[in-house]
């Protein structure tokens, strides 16, 4: 099994709602950061959470990382249309002395409805 | 905000043909790096850049491809002889420092289809 894995896969809700999405990963991390990619684009860094760290936030968005249980949660709160995006997990592997090797999950699709 | 910059935004080549994907980091930043999608998969690192060298490079990164950063602004992937599985998202990012705790920004990729 991979190092990023994220659940759901799609995941579809009506504006307001709240969304959440997981990652799990097998090999210690430095840190985690969350990526949002709209259609077509690139990949835009929302958060990063350290090693060291169980939760942060900023704006509507909530992150959690579980060490123990090698997993994170993104929670965005009152969900909105522009919202709507394909969201990844990657990790930085501990030990690593690049910042740029991140390992990317397979993503999560997020549909808000309006 | 400042960007990150990739031209073309879609190529298409031939099998067996060079391509020079371009791209012009954000200015003040050090460290250049390069991935790809392949469509349905996940993102995946090819190679960082840092003072003219390559810091690291994953297995994908073989003598087909190359890297350089030909003047102050510009950073570009080359690949050598493109094979049908080349086709892909192919994204630059960049990042201030070489600090591990640090975000980076990535271009709007450069789509590539090899035929």
């Known amino acids: 099994s991979q190092q990023g894995e994220e659940d759901p896969q799609a995941l579809s809700i009506q504006e307001g709602e709240n969304a959440t999405m997981n990652c799990s990963y097998k090999t210690s991390i430095n840190n985690l950061q969350w990526y949002r990619q709209n259609s077509g684009r690139g990949l835009v860094h929302l958060i990063l959470?350290?090693?060291?760290?169980r939760e942060k936030h900023s704006g509507r968005l909530r992150v959690t990382l579980d060490t123990s249980k090698k997993s994170s949660s993104l929670l965005i709160t009152a969900s909105r249309a522009a919202d709507t995006a394909s969201y990844f997990c990657?990790?930085?592997?501990?030990?690593?002395?690049?910042?740029?090797?991140?390992?990317f999950g397979q993503g999560t699709t997020l549909q808000v409805k309006p | 905000e400042p960007e990150v910059t990739q031209t073309p935004s879609h190529q298409v080549t031939q099998m067996g043909q060079e391509v020079i994907l371009r791209c012009v980091p954000i200015?003040?930043?050090?460290?250049f790096y390069w991935y790809r999608q392949i469509l349905g998969q996940k993102v995946e690192f090819l190679v960082s850049f840092y003072n003219n060298e390559i810091s690291e490079k994953s297995e994908i990164f073989d003598d087909q491809f190359s890297v350089e950063r030909p003047d102050g602004s510009n950073f570009t992937l080359k690949i050598r002889s493109t094979k049908l599985e080349d086709s892909a998202m192919y994204f630059c990012?960049?990042?201030?420092?070489?600090?591990?705790?640090?975000?980076?920004?990535f271009g709007s990729g450069t789509q590539l289809s090899v035929l």
């Open positions: 990012a960049s990042s201030r420092s070489g600090v591990v705790a640090e975000k980076l920004f």
């Open positions: 200015s003040n930043h050090l460290y």
């Open positions: 959470i350290r090693s060291n760290e």
């Open positions: 990657a990790t930085v592997l501990h030990g690593s002395s690049n910042t740029g090797k991140l390992i």
